[in-house]
């Protein structure tokens, strides 16, 4: 698992320039929860640093090395009170032990979903529970299992999409073939990034990693076992209704 995350630091800042739905959402939890609050997967800081410019203290933890190195690089360019109030910290989230509480931890954008087995998934939401104040939430952002149940369970590579790298002038070319096992609730995702120089050279990346889906109500039990309340699942960053249409679940449980 960390292969694949440091390998995919190089790409994750262009890849993930136009993700920008949650981080409204999630300045909204803060502003109601207050400080401190604990990132699971920050990687190069897509949430963490709007959270701190907002004034927030933020710890900031991810297994990736490389994507930790990228955080540490964009905080050298903030403001010096900005940067200090993001205290990066290089750690699995299923075994962290930090010795505080916070009044809200986040786990954006599919990261729980590397959880792959049960057991990771109850030491990933115990890690969580044990970090909480009392009182405190915790929100979990996951992909629906309805949506990736009307995708054929073959394996076919299509082109996502086409990026400029600005800092190399790359055009950088994103393939994805997904395969899904149903009966295992398991995806089997190979990324491909083909940058391409302006002599027409081509240098390949290809990366690739398993995530685990969950479906609601198998969710509300994980989170119930491992000590939740669950408050709410909605279905997008909008926070609307979670439905059959939805492409995510948001949960939102509390201590």
Do not use: W
Not at 160 to 183: I, P, Y
């Amino acid at each position: 698992m960390t292969t694949f995350f440091d390998d995919l630091a190089r790409f994750y800042d262009l890849d993930h320039a136009l993700v920008r739905d949650d981080v409204e959402m999630y300045r909204q939890f803060a502003a109601q929860a207050g400080s401190p609050i604990l990132e699971f997967g920050c990687g190069t800081g897509r949430i963490a640093l709007p959270l701190a410019r907002d004034g927030h203290e933020v710890v900031a933890v991810d297994i990736s090395p490389a994507m930790l190195v990228a955080l540490r690089a964009k905080l050298a360019q903030e403001p010096p009170e900005v940067a200090a109030r993001v205290q990066v910290i290089h750690a699995d989230m299923r075994h962290l032990s930090l010795g505080r509480e916070f009044a809200l931890t986040i786990c954006p954008l599919n990261t729980f979903m590397h959880m792959t087995t049960q057991a990771d998934q109850l030491a990933a939401l115990g890690s969580a529970y044990r970090h909480l104040a009392p009182g405190g939430r915790l929100i979990v952002d996951v992909a629906s299992p309805l949506a990736l149940l009307l995708i054929p369970t073959g394996e076919a590579l299509s082109l996502q999409s086409e990026l400029r790298d600005a800092s190399s002038g790359r055009t950088v070319q994103k393939f994805t073939s997904m395969r899904l096992d149903h009966a295992r609730q398991m995806q089997y995702i190979t990324l491909i990034y083909d940058e391409i120089g302006a002599d027409g050279t081509v240098r390949r990346t290809t990366l690739r990693t398993e995530l685990r889906y969950v479906f609601q109500f198998e969710m509300h039990l994980l989170l119930e076992r491992a000590g939740f309340t669950v408050e709410d699942v909605y279905g997008s960053a909008d926070l609307e209704p979670y439905d059959a249409l939805s492409e995510k679940m948001i949960f939102v449980a509390r201590r």
